[in-house]
């Protein structure tokens, strides 16, 4: 489909439209590529002009026939690996090994004619260090049809979605969001027009209201009892001159704000805003992270469910939204049912899809191999030590089966068993830190009686775990007690364990997980991937946390959902790998003496030695509360970070880490397993002073990152991992069955600024908002719709790698990204990981456990879904 420029420009500009509509017309890229453009009008002489540049156009997969010419040598190891022709025509491949799914081949996109605007571009004329766009002279604007002076203009443009045009060429669709001040005030149903270099005219009129894009508020909607909450401010970008613009100049404690009903246009409440943030105070080692100052509107007092959007004098309004009593339950189904479409060897179907299908992928059945090897997950970049993964991956013998074009049948160095799991991030690995996520979703069963009855619209809904549809069972053998239904969250858990406990060896040791060839390949799906698999080996760390997740799952299902086979039978696998990580970690004598440092000190354990102990440490826990286990006790005991009983416990265990392993310790104790009560004592006091203990970093859009953060701000946690402190509360609560108001209020909070409340006015959750993330990182399916509940880690933060740079060169202004605020650094592009990137046990964990949270102080259970 093609559009000229006026038409992408203009297409939905609000035009002498009314306020309820105008509302709705917020710039956006739609899947269909079709454009929203948006004025709106800061004070009485500014208005912003949001432009989109360049679109794409994309070929969907086809078929790869046999009497096709297919011209393709494939390379598993890189990024461009797959790519070919096809009767002439360039793309890229999936893979071809699938026995039972066609080849794939894409062509390569193209740039809508006439949708790339040069304007924004530097370099084209000779000694031009601006783009042309950024000079406010290049700018003809008109109102009510006389010329007029544009005496300021700032920019600040992102990616919306990035494509490669052919291999290492890469161009975005930018959103640029342009600020012109004007040299006269701008009258009530003014006419207005703007024409820039390779910009073409945009009118429109000022109404009486429109949206702002400087007025924050969570898309998600607010509780009736709780918080309510939205901020103002927005920071414009940069001038030609790199001079910053902010709305400071406008925005004052004597701005008006008013909160209106959608229903009947009645106003509800007023009031003025408050100073909540100023531009001059840091949140973090003199950094102010916003480039402004942020105002807030507290409406906490509004006791009736409803439809609203608020009005700040000057600025315009909101985004809709809503108050009601349950207004994170969709957003606790969401963020449960995404797991299920990260499964490997699933098959994602109707009615279970929702609108989405995929077919079954990572299952020995359809072709794919998983080669077996010795590497240990522990000692690689992915897992505490060691060399790149992937040239460690790559130096493995491997033969034949299942290559592209092979025959060869199966052999001892395959492992048919390594399937099931959850894939991670973009890529699709799976390893043994996802159990964690495991370990949660058993706990938030055991702690929250409403999320027994959650119904996820998964294939095991309403099902015991006998049932022929019930594909995560290890074997033939393993069916529970043929009668117990079991809950739709432990069911997706048992899914997310079940790799590990089809290869669970013999002897009891676990291996690392699954790990793929490259982490992205063009073309490359993952029901036929062009990359190789391989399997890791067994290690003590791996068995350590297999024991820790495995344990709790079955101690939870056992005695909270009433199947005590399959809880027993949990129990005893997490034992099995408990013991043979004991006798592994021992032979290596950790703990025999060290030689002093030449300077007389102690040298410190070498780093495997710690994070090993805290795995051993973790698992001792769980697996006390779950079996009794005198060994796994003293283990405990002898070493916990609190009131160790040894005389030298393990070095480099940490509080932070694996801390709701303390809770199976109190919680074993709670049961009538003997505990020790200064121990007791002690994991009681630690848990009340570390929740109380929040000093917050700034008091703006909710967040409540604060400086007890173990790892300092961190480049994922300002997105919906900006609520990790859920897990704090989560824990307070699992030990003493209550939760102050504060801290209800602080989990309620926690919530906003990933649901839209945050400077670029989007949601990073897919589906939970009025501007979804653009561009988040999905591979399988590349081009399609992305995954309801799908999450990005939403906020840049950290300093961006240069192949994240390159991808997206010319599109982010100012270009330093020094220069942006940390919060504004909102780059949707699934090529800048740090922004588009999920995770399974990182953000995606944390914004299931919050959600869990924040759904407990609902008055009602979340309401069940109907299939």
């Not at 969001?177 to 009129?205: M, N, R």
Request: charged content about 20%; aromatic content about 10%.
């Amino acid at each position: 489909m093609m559009f000229s420029r006026r038409a992408i420009l203009l297409q939905g500009t609000a035009l002498a439209v009314s306020a309820p509509i105008a509302i709705a017309l917020v710039s956006s890229l739609r899947a269909d590529n079709q454009v929203e453009t948006q004025l709106s009008f800061v004070g009485d002489d500014t208005v912003q002009i949001t432009v989109i540049d360049t679109l794409f156009e994309r070929s969907d997969p086809v078929p790869v026939k046999p009497e096709d010419n297919r011209e393709w040598v494939p390379d598993p190891y890189v990024s461009f690996g797959s790519v070919g022709r096809l009767n002439g025509l360039d793309g890229y491949f999936s893979g071809d090994a699938n026995v039972t799914q066609p080849q794939l081949f894409t062509a390569w996109p193209k740039v809508v004619r006439d949708s790339r605007l040069s304007g924004f571009r530097t370099g084209s004329e000779p000694h031009q260090k601006h783009a042309l766009a950024d000079q406010p002279e290049g700018w003809s604007v008109t109102v009510n049809g006389q010329p007029v002076t544009v005496v300021a203009l700032y920019r600040k443009s992102t990616p919306i979605r990035t494509e490669a045009l052919d291999v290492r060429r890469w161009d975005s669709t930018k959103r640029h969001i342009l600020t012109f001040v004007l040299d006269q005030p701008i009258p009530q149903g003014a006419e207005l027009s703007f024409k820039g270099p390779t910009v073409a005219t945009i009118q429109g009129h000022k109404p009486v209201t429109a949206f702002s894009e400087a007025v924050h508020v969570c898309q998600a909607g607010y509780p009736v009892k709780g918080p309510k909450k939205a901020y103002v401010g927005e920071w414009w970008g940069h001038d030609q001159n790199g001079m910053p613009g902010n709305t400071d100049v406008i925005l004052t404690e004597q701005t008006g704000w008013r909160l209106i009903d959608e229903l009947d246009r009645t106003v509800v409440r007023t009031g003025t805003l408050e100073l909540v943030k100023p531009a001059t105070e840091p949140h973090w080692n003199e950094e102010n992270f916003n480039g402004c100052d942020i105002y807030q509107a507290d409406f906490s007092d509004l006791d009736r469910n409803g439809d609203y959007h608020l009005h700040v004098d000057g600025l315009g309004d909101s985004f809709p939204f809503k108050v009601s009593d349950t207004p994170y339950a969709d957003a606790l189904r969401l963020a449960a049912r995404w797991y299920y479409h990260q499964r490997s060897g699933c098959e994602i179907a109707e009615p279970y899809g929702e609108g989405r299908t995929r077919p079954r992928n990572g299952h020995p059945e359809d072709g794919l191999v998983v080669w077996q090897t010795d590497v240990q997950l522990g000692r690689t970049s992915e897992g505490y030590d060691g060399s790149s993964v992937f040239k460690i991956l790559r130096e493995q013998p491997i033969g034949n089966a299942g290559l592209s074009g092979s025959t060869a049948a199966w052999s001892e160095d395959l492992n048919p068993n390594a399937w099931g799991g959850w894939h991670d991030a973009g890529d699709w690995d799976r390893r043994i830190q996802h159990t964690d996520v495991v370990y949660h979703m058993a706990h938030i069963v055991e702690a929250f009686d409403y999320a027994r009855t959650l119904d996820l619209n998964i294939p095991e809904s309403g099902k015991p775990f006998s049932d022929e549809s019930v594909r995560a069972r290890k074997n033939s053998d393993d069916r529970g007690d043929g009668q117990t239904v079991l809950p739709d969250l432990i069911h997706e858990a048992l899914w997310g364990i079940s790799l590990w406990r089809r290869t669970q060896r013999e002897d009891g040791g676990i291996g690392g997980g699954v790990e793929y060839s490259n982490s992205g390949i063009f073309g490359s799906v993952s029901w036929n991937p062009v990359q190789i698999a391989y399997g890791y080996g067994p290690e003590d760390w791996a068995s350590y946390w297999f024991a820790f997740s495995a344990a709790k799952l079955g101690h939870v299902i056992k005695h909270v959902c009433g199947d005590i086979t399959l809880g027993e039978s949990l129990i005893d696998e997490a034992v099995r790998a408990w013991y043979w990580a004991e006798q592994e970690f021992l032979s290596k004598n950790p703990y025999a003496p060290v030689p002093l440092n030449e300077d007389g000190t102690e040298p410190k354990p070498e780093k495997w030695v710690s994070v090993v102990s805290r795995s051993r440490v973790a698992a001792a826990a769980s697996i006390y509360r779950a079996s009794g286990d005198a060994t796994a006790l003293k283990v405990f005991e002898d070493n916990n970070p609190f009131e160790p009983l040894s005389d030298d416990p393990a070095d480099g265990i940490q509080r932070e880490i694996f801390q709701f392993s303390y809770y199976d310790y109190l919680q074993a104790g709670q049961e009538g397993r003997p505990t020790n009560p200064e121990i007791v004592k002690s994991i009681k006091g630690w848990i009340r002073y570390r929740v109380k203990r929040a000093e917050r970093m700034g008091r703006d859009f909710g967040l409540h990152s604060t400086a007890t953060y173990p790892w300092g701000p961190g480049w994922l946690r300002f997105g919906p991992g900006s609520n990790w402190r859920a897990a704090h509360f989560a824990l307070y609560f699992a030990a003493n069955g209550e939760l102050p108001p504060e801290m209800q209020a602080a989990v309620v909070e926690g919530m906003w600024f990933g649901l839209g409340c945050n400077p670029a006015n989007v949601s990073f959750v897919q589906g939970l908002g009025r501007r979804d993330y653009a561009d988040p990182l999905l591979i399988d399916g590349r081009g399609k719709p992305p995954i309801p509940g799908q999450i990005s880690f939403g906020v840049a933060g950290g300093v961006m790698h240069k192949w994240e740079q390159q991808k997206t060169d010319g599109s982010i202004y100012p270009a330093d990204q020094l220069a942006w605020p940390k919060y504004a650094q909102i780059f949707e592009s699934r090529t800048i990981a740090i922004s588009s990137e999920h995770d399974i046990k990182a953000n995606a964990m944390e914004w299931l456990i919050a959600c869990a949270m924040v759904n407990y102080q609902a008055p009602e259970a979340p309401p069940e879904h109907d299939g």
